[in-house]
Nanobody
Framework: QVRLVESGGGLVQAGDSLRLSCEASGGTFSRYAMGWFRQAPGKEREFVLGISRSGGSTYYLDSVKGRFTISRDNAKNTVYLQMNSLKPEDTAVYYC??????????????????????WGQGTQVTVSS
């Protein structure tokens, strides 16, 4: 059973930066592809970025390309989301998620929320204009 705990959210102004962290416990972190999702009020949860279990590949939502980056430190069981040039439309609860991809063709990073078996509790990011 993998437990994910996000941190780093907060209230910032447009143009500011934030770095979210997601620390995993209870499993072998390097077996998991990791994804960041977000859900704004009244909207469906959407995939933002994902990273393969080795960290060698990343996949981006078009609206965050050039502004957000994902990385992971398998030695620290942690995945990061660096968010720069934040916009009010980035306001949402951000969730990290994990999928065991052992046995899949590497790299495999799903973009559908239903493929992820483990989720964090979410961290609120609010960007004021």
């Amino acid at each position: 059973q993998v437990r994910l705990v996000e941190s780093g959210g907060g209230l910032v102004q447009a143009g500011d930066s934030l770095r979210l962290s997601c620390e995993a416990s209870g499993g072998t972190f390097s077996r998991y592809a990791m994804g960041w999702f977000r859900q704004a009020p009244g909207k469906e949860r959407e995939f933002v970025l994902g990273i393969s279990r080795s960290g060698g590949s990343t996949y981006y939502l078009d609206s965050v390309k050039g502004r957000f980056t994902i990385s992971r430190d398998n030695a620290k069981n942690t995945v990061y989301l660096q968010m720069n040039s934040l916009k009010p439309e980035d306001t949402a609860v951000y969730y990290c998620a994990a999928k065991n991809v052992i046995g899949y063709t590497n790299p495999y990073v799903p973009a559908r929320s239903g493929e992820y078996g483990y989720w964090g509790q979410g961290t609120q990011v609010t960007v004021s204009s």
